[in-house]
């Protein structure tokens, strides 16, 4: 006798899926027969279960079975007979054979007569004596089927429903290659609920609409409803396509760049020694012109073709520049022509300097681009990595200008503390090193270098000293740190399940 | 770069290492690597090798907090000594330059100091002994004048220090450890290197090593000789006075002695006699973005070491890195504090914007991505092993310490990298990149090699309608049209592959990836690509 449901029945009565109105009517009985009177494959039948089962009317519960199969020897021998049984029938035909010929004669692998013969001598069914092999056991246990047989013709078998003595069987089975698999399988089942036994007890409208059609649209009336649904049933995830998270945030601090009123600088990532090194007063004999830093390019030769810059910058080596002693060792051209991958976005500066005249002042420029150094790989080292660049031209430019560019653009990257500390680089006087503060480890990060440009880069390149604010910092660690990177080889591996989950930049 | 650790206690004698102490020395700009109970690891940048030593680092510290400001001025004796450097020097290893301290008292940390004072300064400023060598001897048993001279490697025989035996010069290179590590730097020579003195004993062989019996130093050492040998005399000069001084910091009295040059320069050593510069207060107080005054600068160079009056600097001899007035704007620079600058954002007018090339490349991501498409970023160098199926003559990078030792000539070849990378992840598996290839240029560029910016999308498991499908979408929405003729490539399927032709140039490829090169590439599903020359299209 169906029952008139209560308001909270009534309720999920109207959520009810097709698939769960299907199987509702035969709650009470097993999986299987569900399946059968529903007209359901067991997969529907487990969906709208699980379905059932967020609403509070099931219970869920695997169990798991272990079951017996025939491995890839197992189903040769039922069709063939164990090797045992083989060597029966061989003895049968001719009794006391030295081992040679009972093996030859059931044409078995070394292995398969070995182990053939341990059985039948565990079941004294033979026995060798002076090197023949001679059936001993009467007719009757000969022709007898041994449990191993048994076994192999019952299965597949569950492996609780076995006999004491087929599991020994099993047992020996085991032992050898490939008679035997053993599986194990989850089988599910399932307990109705007391809210369970309500609703099934309940009457089921059947005049609640599922999909809106183009037909509804045009005939609709009021009395109608639609069936609810259930917001919290888990939907497929699905994946967009998107840019790369590294490109992302460069895209953003771009922007940082642009607003600020830059200019971006583009350049090549192969260049000379000159303009890496000695356009940037960087002396002929530093040690990072060695090769166990740089990438230099085997076999190219390159040219320094400004032959009137390169004139001003080997001077400016050797003996100075007005004001300056320079270094005081002599620079070879040569030396400047080596081709090498930049080893900092800097030479992009130094080109723009290069090309700059006085009526372009002032002007602001910009790169974001990588720099190469000859590195091994691990958590912490890698041989490309990011470089923020920017140089600022300008007769009135000055060193706090420099701090104020560079703590605007890292309070837009996130960072709200900043502290700038005294260092060193061949090609800026003085010279800065930029910390932030990372509020949430509470730690000071080292962020990489700036400084104003020595007169003694300025003057050849621009053609006289003007204060060039310069700066070139590591920019991989800062989307470490958003993304919560811990290991850099990660930044460049391309695994496509992080890529597709890793979240934009948001900043 | 190098970084030297002090004996804790032996700083503590002159100052308590206290959190406001380790700050400042960080604001000297003098990274602290570590601070131990024992220890005190500084950086020492490549400008600064006077506080390579202790005593010199103190010297700095010192001023800089204001407890002895100025520069500082040591007593020098002349010792009527001489050094001869003779023309029979191989032409590689032409100056030589000496000097005396006395009243020296090395106990064994003393001894280590110095052992690495010595070392730094050997693998900073004289760049691992390429550019000169140091040698430091017991005084007692050297008889003057001095000569550096040349002999045949043959010729030279004396027992190296802590060795058993004699050795030629010859021998030392190829059985004495040290001989054989700087080996490289003389076998080629003509004539070793050697000092010997007015006895004719040989006192060493630089710059590889001292004699045992003539150089070394013990915790009975009271006096000794200090020599630099090698290719550039101001250099070397550098390296004596921070030597000399740093000795004298420790109570020795130095003694000059006259170093007369294959060129007859005459020239008494150390020359401590600190250099004049004449500064611009006006210049530096617009190149700090400050307003000092002159009765300031009194207060600031004398904490960086320096004396200043009526606008000239004196410069320690030691301070070898001020070539210019900027150098001396940033001692005033940290003599007033780096936290104590103001930022400031000017407001110049100037006009930003974003370079053609990268406005390109985001709208064909926006464009590939609101396909569905995802963005890869891979490296440019890539490895010889996945190189090897494509011929194209290859750019090498010497000596690379990993596996990835070739400039990558198209996008393809890290593409495959990744799918093989990937072939457990999710299909399909739709990708593109944007980035920058390296091809040799025939024409006569400066480096030799040509840069081209190059777009790659890639589907797998895809076919030859899904990439072109992409390809017409992306020129369609690029407002472009292409056309494609049948071509043959290497790796890709005969009769599949297309030559993409923009305003009658070629410029890219599309096709099927040949099964082969799929399975060379531990790849095992069906990818499609196309590769275009990105630079064509403007």
């Not at chain 1, 039948?45 to 967020?54: D, G, P, Q, S």
């Not at chain 2, 040591?74 to 009527?80: A, G, T």
């Not at chain 2, 802590?162 to 076998?187: D, F, K, N, V």
Request: with cysteine.
């Amino acid at each position: 006798m169906k029952q008139k449901p209560s308001a909270g029945i009534e309720e999920i009565l109207e959520q009810l899926s097709p698939l769960e109105r299907k199987i509702i009517p035969f709650l009470s009985s097993p999986l299987k027969t569900i399946e059968k009177k529903a007209g359901l494959d067991t997969t529907s039948v487990l969906r709208a279960l699980r379905f059932l089962e967020a609403k509070g009317l099931v219970k869920l519960e695997t169990s798991t079975e272990t079951i017996i199969e025939l491995g890839t020897n197992g189903i040769y021998y039922k069709k063939h007979h164990l090797p045992e049984r083989v060597v029966i029938s061989v003895l049968e035909a001719h009794n006391h054979l030295s081992l040679e010929e009972a093996q030859r004669l059931a044409k078995l692998s070394e292995n398969e007569f070995k182990v053939s013969l341990g059985v039948l001598k565990s079941k004294a069914l033979v026995s060798l004596s002076n090197g023949k092999l001679s059936l001993i056991a009467n007719k009757e246990e000969i022709i007898r089927k041994t449990f191993e047989e048994q076994l192999i013709d019952a299965l597949p078998l569950e492996k609780d429903n076995l006999s004491p003595e087929l599991l020994f069987a099993l047992d020996n089975l085991k032992k050898r290659k490939d008679i035997i698999e053993i599986k194990t399988r989850t089988i599910p089942s399932f307990t109705i609920t007391e809210l369970g036994k309500k609703v099934a007890g309940s009457e089921l409208k059947v005049d609640l609409l599922e999909e809106v059609t183009p037909e509804i649209i045009k005939n609709w009336t009021r009395s109608k409803k639609f069936r609810k649904y259930d917001l919290q049933t888990a939907v497929p995830r699905i994946q967009g396509g998107k840019q790369h998270f590294v490109n992302q945030s460069i895209v953003y601090a771009r922007k940082i760049w642009t607003d600020l009123g830059f200019k971006e600088m583009k350049g090549t990532m192969v260049d000379t020694a000159f303009w890496v090194f000695d356009a940037l007063f960087t002396p002929q004999d530093h040690p990072a012109r060695e090769m166990q830093d740089t990438f230099f390019l085997k076999d190219m030769h390159g040219q320094v073709i400004e032959n009137k810059i390169a004139a001003l910058v080997k001077q400016a080596h050797e003996t100075g520049i007005p004001g300056s002693t320079g270094w005081g060792i002599s620079w070879d051209e040569k030396e400047a022509t080596r081709v090498l991958l930049r080893t900092h976005t800097t030479s992009l500066s130094a080109r723009t300097l290069a090309k700059l005249k006085s009526e372009d002042l002032p002007a602001k420029y910009f790169a974001i681009g990588k720099a190469f150094r000859n590195e091994t790989v691990d958590w912490n080292h890698g041989f490309e990595f990011y470089q923020t660049e920017g140089i600022v031209i300008d007769e009135k430019a000055h060193f706090r200008h420099l701090l104020g560019y560079l703590q605007e653009f890292y309070k837009k990257m996130g960072f709200k503390k900043i502290k700038f500390v005294p260092s060193f680089f061949s090609y800026t006087e003085p010279s800065v090193e930029i910390q932030v503060f990372h509020p949430e480890k509470k730690i000071w990060l080292e962020l990489g270098g700036a400084g104003i440009f020595r007169p003694e880069v300025t003057a050849p390149l621009f053609g006289k000293p003007i204060p060039v604010l310069a700066w070139g910092q590591g920019f991989d660690r800062i989307i470490m740190d958003y993304h919560d990177i811990k290991d850099l080889r990660k930044m460049y591996a391309n695994d496509l399940k992080d890529l597709r989950e890793k979240r934009f930049w948001l900043r | 770069m190098a970084i030297v650790s002090f004996n804790r206690k032996e700083i503590e004698k002159t100052i308590k290492l206290t959190p406001e102490v380790l700050e400042c020395i960080m604001m000297l700009g003098i990274p602290v690597e570590e601070c131990t109970a024992d220890t005190l690891s500084i950086q020492v940048l490549p400008n600064r090798p006077d506080l390579l030593s202790m005593n010199g680092f103190l010297r700095a510290l010192m001023s800089f907090l204001g407890k002895k400001p100025g520069l500082k001025k040591y007593k020098i004796q002349d010792s009527k000594c001489k050094l001869y450097v003779d023309s029979s020097l191989p032409k590689e290893w032409p100056y030589a330059l000496a000097c005396i301290i006395k009243n020296v008292h090395f106990d064994d940390a003393k001894i280590r100091e110095i052992i690495q004072l010595q070392e730094k300064l050997g693998s900073t400023m004289l760049r691992e002994r390429k550019k000169g060598g140091i040698g430091i001897y017991p005084l007692d048993n050297i008889s003057f004048p001095v000569t550096f001279k040349g002999m045949h490697p043959d010729k030279i025989v004396f027992r190296p220090l802590e060795s058993e035996g004699e050795m030629t010069g010859r021998q030392i290179l190829s059985r004495h450890p040290t001989g054989r590590t700087y080996a490289h730097i003389c076998s080629s020579w003509s004539a070793f290197p050697v000092f010997v003195d007015a006895k004719d004993k040989i006192l060493s062989m630089p710059p590889i090593l001292n004699s045992h019996e003539m150089g070394k130093i013990s915790t009975a050492t009271k006096e000794v000789f200090i020599e630099a040998t090698g290719t550039d005399y101001a250099t070397l000069n550098k390296v004596i006075t921070i030597l000399a001084t740093s000795l004298a910091e420790a109570g020795g009295q130095v003694y000059t002695i006259e170093c007369i040059q294959q060129n007859k320069k005459r020239e008494n050593i150390p020359n401590l006699l600190p250099r004049k510069m004449k500064i611009d207060l006006e210049q530096i107080n617009n190149l700090l973005g400050l307003s000092l005054k002159e009765r300031e600068l009194e207060k600031l160079l004398p904490k960086m070491g320096y004396d200043y009056q009526k606008s000239t600097v004196s410069i320690p001899a030691w301070r070898v890195d001020v070539l210019h007035q900027a150098d001396i704007a940033e001692d005033i620079l940290i003599a007033y504090g780096y936290d104590r600058l103001e930022p400031e954002l000017p407001r110049v007018a100037t006009i930003g914007e974003e370079s053609p090339a990268s406005r390109r490349t985001g709208k064909i991501a926006e464009i590939l991505a609101g396909l569905g498409l995802l963005e890869i970023s891979t490296y440019h160098l890539i490895k010889p092993e996945e190189a090897k199926r494509f011929h194209a003559p290859f750019i090498e990078v010497e000596n690379a310490k990993t596996e990835y030792k070739l400039l990558r000539p198209n996008l393809l070849i890290p593409a495959l990298r990744i799918f093989a990378e990937n072939k457990d992840n999710e299909y399909p598996q739709r990708l593109f990149e944007i980035g920058t290839v390296f091809i040799q240029d025939a024409r006569k560029s400066e480096t030799g090699i040509a840069e081209e910016n190059h777009l790659l999308v890639a589907t797998s498991a895809g076919n030859f309608t899904e990439v072109k499908q992409i390809l017409d979408y992306l020129s369609r929405m690029l407002g472009l049209s292409y056309t494609l003729t049948q071509t043959v490539h290497p790796g890709f399927i005969e009769g599949r592959t297309g030559a993409i032709t923009f305003n009658n140039k070629r410029i890219g490829i599309i096709g099927e990836l040949h099964p082969e090169l799929l399975r060379a590439s531990n790849h095992k599903m069906p990818t499609a690509v196309f590769e275009l020359n990105l630079d064509e299209l403007v």
